[in-house]
């Protein structure tokens, strides 16, 4: 095979991964943009000065 056909085959079989992963439902570029676990949340929370998680799930809605 000549470099060129083993490029191709290269870019082809990313490509298919990356259709795999795409049809997994998950997209991988989105992962960041989640809120995380509820510990997670929790720290960021206290580390900008808000109040805790449970705090804030617990505390009634405006809107009632």
Request: proline fraction near 5%; aromatic fraction near 4%; charge should be positive.
């Amino acid at each position: 095979m000549t470099g060129h056909d083993e490029d191709t085959l290269r870019m082809a079989a990313i490509a298919a991964v990356y259709s795999m992963l795409a049809q997994s439902g998950e997209d991988p570029g989105q992962i960041a943009r989640k809120p995380g676990l509820a510990w997670s949340q929790d720290h960021r929370r206290m580390n900008m000065g808000l109040s805790s998680l449970m705090q804030k799930r617990a505390s009634r809605s405006p809107w009632k």
